[in-house]
């Protein structure tokens, strides 16, 4: 399927049918004719502005961002849909490698292009566009070329990296994913990744292209936990694509047999799939709601890789990824050859060209079809693909060669953790192994070593253990490494940063709680000791039962700090904040 049929199918549902519900979302449902009118009115803008270059696509409500995207594909014009919470270097890096003709953005978009002093390139407002009659001559630009489009990764240095990609690789895998889950009029399929993310397409365009139903979340908070299993089932989700983080809070929040009635398949990716994922979700559901794994990088458009997980995962060492889509070859290259059953480096190759990296020839690209992803894999002699983790998480400790990503399995592979990341650093002129956990209980460093021990040579295993509420990740779900508090300021918390007063003491230990960590500082950070907006959210909440004191969100975010909120109760105490009656609070 070309990128012109993947528009063309679309328009065959518009026409057959038109009032069918299309996009369902949280300010209203929207029909396959609506949305196309939309579509036809911001293509007239773009059509209208005689911009060239990319289009970048800056709305935070992914309904605008999808008008945006199929309207940047009417026009044959690049688009680049980019998440609106961005640090102000990143967006200028973005405008200077991306040098977009037009920047398409809704009422917060834009905004966040003013706070961060984007200047110089037109600025078409999404919400502004009036609806114009779809007709059938709009699908002639399409016709022209595939401009494809542009996402933006973090980099390995932390700069974006601009990956290009086309229509026709997204149609690739549509087609796919609507035949081998018959995906078709009518089903209805979650949209939970943020515009700035190209499993965005995935999520859109399968139900779209398959007269289905975009089921969007709400924003800007992804819903998890209970709210994820009440959203599903209000929503009759039918297929759910989401990453392994997302999903464990289905299981956090007790999700038991009769809960999803109308889900029948869930797809994960983006991270590696536990055993007990699998062993937990069979023994709710068992073969009436599959559970499928999903592997394949942004550089060859999204999931190329894929395992329908049975019985035999749910105790297997390590869930394998599954074997290639139609069209696709994988391989595992050790010496530069392919070999089989051996550890080496994953490289796949696609049916279409790949068109790699923004302005640079750089990265695994190894001739038009083919990529390697420096991820190390081992294939199977069925033909089965095992991910092992990345070639860069090989590390060296008073000269032993440490993989990164088998300490964290023998970690995970404790009852008590749910989560793990392993890291080194500098401390006292060595270099330190050091592990972020995420615990069930209040298993000792002890405990968890001895576990790991059983796994792993004495040389691989942590001496610094830090625990944490959630590990931090980018908003594509990934670790956020550079959001982990540091190791070395982690050991133990200084004597002259220990809270002071008998109430930071109070709310300190509160914190430890909350966070599950041994010690808090006075003046820690709680989003960089791994405090989500979850764990915000139960701590103004505990503040206000314990202390009968409302702290506003506002005020706790001035001075997220111990020595911070100890002074805001203080003020509602003494009459300069609000402070409630304690049985009110209770």
């Known amino acids: 399927m070309s990128h012109e049929t993947l528009l063309a199918r679309w328009h065959d549902h518009i026409t057959r049918r038109g009032d069918a519900c299309a996009v369902s979302a949280p300010d209203g449902d929207l029909t396959h004719r609506e949305l196309a009118d939309q579509v036809a009115g911001v293509h007239r803008a773009l059509s209208g502005s005689a911009t060239d270059g990319p289009v970048l696509v800056v ?35 973005i405008v200077e490698d991306l040098r977009p003709g037009a920047v398409l953005a809704d009422a917060p978009g834009a905004a966040a292009l ?24 709009h699908l ?14 973090s980099g390995t240095t932390g700069r974006p990296k601009g990956i290009r990609g086309s229509l026709a690789a997204v149609a690739h895998f549509v087609d796919w994913e609507t035949s081998e889950f018959s995906i078709g009029a009518g089903t209805r399929v979650s949209l939970l990744t943020s515009p700035g993310f190209d499993a965005f397409l995935r999520d859109a365009l399968v139900p779209l292209c398959a007269g289905g139903t975009v089921c969007v979340a709400p924003t800007p908070e992804l819903p998890v936990g209970d709210a994820l299993v009440r959203w599903l089932a209000e929503q009759r989700v039918e ?76 105790v297997a060492e390590t869930v394998p990824v599954g074997r290639a889509m139609p069209g696709v070859t994988v391989r595992v290259l050790v010496a530069g050859a392919p070999a089989t059953d051996a550890i080496g480096e994953i490289e796949i190759e696609v049916p279409f060209p790949l068109a790699g990296y923004l302005g640079t020839d750089e990265g695994g690209f190894r001739l038009p079809h083919r990529y390697r992803t420096g991820d190390l894999g081992r294939i199977s002699d069925d033909g089965t693909l095992v991910l092992l983790g990345r070639r860069d998480q090989q590390v060296k400790v008073s000269g032993v060669r440490i993989e990164l990503g088998a300490v964290e399995e023998a970690l995970r592979d404790h009852p008590a953790v749910h989560d793990a990341c392993v890291v080194t650093a500098d401390h006292e002129d060595t270099t330190v ?53 540091l190791l070395a300021a982690a050991r133990s918390t200084a004597e002259e940063d220990a809270p002071g007063t008998p109430l930071e003491r109070e709310i300190a230990a509160l914190w430890a709680e909350l966070l599950h960590l041994t010690s808090v500082g006075r003046l820690d950070d709680f989003s960089l000791l791994g405090g989500t907006s979850l764990a915000m959210a139960r701590l103004l909440d505990a503040l206000r039962t314990r202390f009968g004191v409302e702290v506003t969100l506002r005020s706790f975010l001035l001075d997220p700090t111990v020595a911070g909120l100890a002074t805001v109760i203080e003020d509602a105490r003494t009459g300069g904040g609000t402070q409630l009656p304690m049985e009110a609070s209770a």
């Open 59 to 93: 709305c935070a409500d992914p309904v605008q961002a999808l008008v945006g995207l199929l309207a940047c594909a009417l026009a044959g014009q690049t688009v680049a849909p980019v998440d609106v919470r961005q640090p102000a270097a990143r967006w200028a890096a």
């Open 433 to 485: 192994l050091g592990a972020y956990v995420v615990t069930a209980d209040a298993t000792s460093d002890e405990e968890l070593r001895a576990h790991a021990a059983l796994r792993l040579p004495s040389g691989h295993l942590p001496s610094v253990v830090v625990r944490l509420s959630e590990i931090p990740r980018t908003l594509s779900g990934k670790v956020d490494r550079r959001a982990l508090p």
């Open 140 to 153: 002639e630009p399409a016709a022209r070329a595939d401009a494809g489009y542009v996402y933006f990764t």
């Open 239 to 314: 297929v759910l694509h989401c990453v392994p983080t997302v999903f464990r809070t289905l299981r956090t929040a007790g999700a038991a047999a009769g809960s999803l009635p109308d889900l029948r398949v869930a797809l994960l990716a983006g991270e590696p799939v536990r055993a007990s994922d699998v062993a937990w979700w069979r023994g709710l559901f068992g073969d009436t709601k599959e559970l499928v794994n999903l592997y394949g990088p942004s550089e060859t458009t999204m999931t190329k890789v894929f395992r329908r997980l049975d019985a035999a995962d749910a």
């Open 114 to 137: 003013a706070a961060a002093g984007v200047r110089g390139v037109p600025v078409l407002r999404a919400d502004a566009c009036a609806p114009v009659a779809w007709v059938a001559p």
